[in-house]
């Protein structure tokens, strides 16, 4: 089963993604980019709020989008945001020069880090395997791109499937994200990641309006049961 990641930005949004069947919040801002952070205060506000309701269910947040070389600056949000009660959080690595050392310096981070690997322009095979040997508990590939490109546009079915196979063969959770929405679902399913992250598909009109509950309760539905059959 591939468990469904709900992005969400306020404590309304992350208790109605909740009680809709996600298995895991994300904590994020879209108009503040990608990767987007939520305020501090808010973030405990909204992690607060879950434990009081969903006590064991995982909350991650992202630090915001930083260069892959701002490495105290990235120290400094991954400490923050990980002292707000999530139990994940989330950075984003460009691919480029900067990209391997930006994955070792979070592996020592006293935080659960997921590098979320964007993918836009590709990934190197490389820099998955230097990602695998480092002990994170989950790896992301998702776009910085949210103009109509999905992940499958930049990494072809074929590709993801090995990284993924690299990942889980290291112990850790596959994850994928990046503009996908109901088009994309057979490729989904394919794929079979740990985890798929939405923000567009869930929401009323756009990424930067209000999540639909509704949206929610049917990705969750179509993510944790298989296709019918032709013959059912």
Known sequence: MTALLASVRST??????????????????????????VRTDDLWRI???LRARYPVKPISAT??????????TIAARVAEVGDAG???VKVGVMPGPHARACL??????????????LSDDGIDASLVDHAATLGFEGIVFDTAGKMGRTLFDCIDGATL??????????????CIAGSL?????????????????FRTALCENGRTSR??????????????????????
């Open 181 to 197: 929405g109901w088009p994309q679902l057979d490729q989904i399913r394919t794929l079979a990641p740990d985890v798929a992250g």
């Open 104 to 117: 070792t310096h979070l592996a020592g981070l006293d935080a659960t880090v997921l590098p979320v690997l």
């Open 211 to 232: 999540l639909d509950p509704r949206r929610v309760a049917q990705w969750a539905d179509a993510l944790h049961h298989a296709a019918p059959s032709a013959a059912a």
């Open 12 to 37: 309304e949004e992350a208790l109605d993604a909740a009680a809709a069947g996600a298995d895991l919040i994300d904590l994020k801002e879209p108009l503040e980019g990608a990767l987007g952070g």
């Open 86 to 88: 999530v139990d994940f």
């Open 63 to 72: 630090i915001g989008d930083l260069p892959p070389d701002a490495l105290d």
């Open 161 to 174: 499937a090995r990284y993924i196979a690299t990942i889980r063969a290291s112990g850790a959770m596959a």
């Open 47 to 49: 992690a607060h709020a």
